[in-house]
């Protein structure tokens, strides 16, 4: 399975790696471009937003007819908005190039999972959708480290040039599987919102954005809560604990995922991360900080993927929809809660408290996803089987990749 995703994997990589690599380097950059770090900081905005707008809003129109291709748009223009930002001369290049970028990076990820999950019998849909999760979470780790050791011997510029070149071997290792890469069920002429009239999928949505509020968001303030709690020696070692546990939880997650359904998991992983948050919270200890620190990373990448497959498995011609939507709402927690932060912090909350609250939104999320799972119900065997080249008509394709019970009769007025 890993020889057929691991070019959407790659690309994953980079995506990951973008997100964050900016926040080791804002300082190099507000120097270079002569403004002040809060105005560069507005980059990670714009990323963001474009990114939750160009996912759900974009990603169906362009793969009709042909996934190769819109993977290939997807990352030229995720490669164009990066390579704009290492040549820009001024703020307002730089902060445009970050909406180019994030445009790119939405529509490739909700596309590059879909396909993922299309590739693979339905009995490994969890662990191709975790492996890209993988790849994000990896880009996201090494992300500011990375960034920051390129940008300090080299600049900058040189940063986001390594995003670039990831970028671009991603793209010539997709092109050069095009052909083994499955159509997708065409989306384009579907209502963009009509997937939210589910009430589950409404309310993964919901989730989704609650814990990218409670754990992306709380992320962003680790190092100033172990400096409130005497344990800024060990911020390193923290970020790190984060990382690993992060990639091996999304690593680890697919295998049970297509074993055992992802009904427990979805209560099981968030309360591992509301235990994280209540431990770095209650207690001073280096060695409890750097174990919660593990879990935290852990439970909350291995939730994407969970929350991923509770929501599609059955309805996978609507997956890419609603993968759009749900990443989309996560970055967008991310941002909430990196703002929320901000704000208790500037109306007098201390720094050690912040676990705390983020205890909040992920106890709401904990009861809407118990809620998903108790109306969980266990799937019939289906036909479908991974397609490795588009092949067909539109009919013949659904057949293909909704099951053959789902399929309409091929000829009108007539039974199949």
């Known amino acids: ?41 507005l980059g990670v905005t714009a990323f963001t937003a474009a990114y939750a707008v160009a996912g759900p809003l ?11 291709r819109a993977l290939l748009i997807a990352l030229g223009v995720f490669n164009l908005g990066n390579l704009i930002t290492v040549v820009a001369p001024g703020v307002a290049f730089f902060l445009a190039s970050r909406v180019v970028a994030g445009a790119g990076a939405g529509i490739l990820t909700a596309v590059a999972t879909a396909t993922a999950a299309a590739m693979v019998a339905d009995r490994e849909r969890g662990r191709a959708m975790a492996m890209v999760t993988f790849g994000l979470s990896t880009g996201t780790v ?29 793209m010539i290792a997709l092109a050069a599987r095009a052909h083994t890469l499955p159509t997708l ?5 579907a209502p963009v919102f009509g997937v939210l009239r589910s009430g589950t999928v409404s309310a993964g949505i919901v989730a989704a954005f609650l814990l990218g509020v409670a754990s992306l968001g709380l992320y962003t303030y680790l190092l100033p809560m172990a400096d409130a709690r005497g344990l800024r020696d060990w911020g390193f ?36 991360l509301a235990t994280s948050f209540a431990a770095v919270w209650a207690f001073s200890v280096p060695a409890v900080w750097l174990i919660a620190a ?3 990373g852990a439970a909350a990448w291995a939730s994407v993927p969970t929350l991923q497959q509770a929501l599609t498995r059955d309805r996978p011609d609507r997956a890419m929809a609603v993968i759009a939507f749900q990443m ?25 408290d912040l676990a705390g609250w983020a205890l909040i939104p992920t106890g709401l999320a904990i009861a809407l996803l118990g809620r998903i799972g108790a109306s969980a119900r266990a799937l019939p065997t289906r036909t479908r089987t991974p397609v490795h080249a588009p092949a067909g008509d539109d009919t013949t394709r659904a057949a293909v990749e909704v099951g053959l019970d789902d399929a309409p009769p091929l000829c009108p007025g007539r039974p199949a």
């Not at 959407?8 to 804002?26: E, K, M, P, Q």
């Not at 974009?58 to 190769?68: E, I």
């Not at 090494?142 to 600049?155: D, F, Q, T």
Request: glycine share 14%; proline share 5%.
């Open 142 to 170: 090494a992300g500011v480290p990375v960034g920051m050791l390129i940008g300090r011997s080299w600049g900058w510029r040189w940063t986001m040039a390594l995003v670039v070149a990831v970028g671009v071997l991603s």
């Open 58 to 68: 974009l990603s169906g129109r362009l793969t009709r007819g042909s996934t190769a």
């Open 237 to 272: 070692a923290l970020v790190w604990a984060w990382g690993v546990g992060g990639v091996t939880g999304a690593a680890l997650i697919g295998r049970p995922l297509d074993r055992y359904g992802p009904r427990a998991l979805l209560w099981a992983l968030p309360t591992l």
């Open 294 to 296: 593990a879990v935290w």
């Open 185 to 189: 069920p065409a989306t384009g002429r």
């Open 1 to 41: 399975m890993i020889r057929k995703v691991w070019p959407l994997v790659a690309a994953a990589v980079a995506l990951g790696i973008d997100a964050y690599v900016l926040a080791g380097v804002l300082p190099s950059i507000a120097d270079s471009l002569t403004t002040t770090v809060a105005v560069i900081g």
């Open 328 to 352: 989309a709402a996560m970055y967008l927690g991310s941002a909430a809660g990196a703002a929320t932060g901000s704000s208790l912090l500037a109306g007098g909350a201390d720094s050690a």
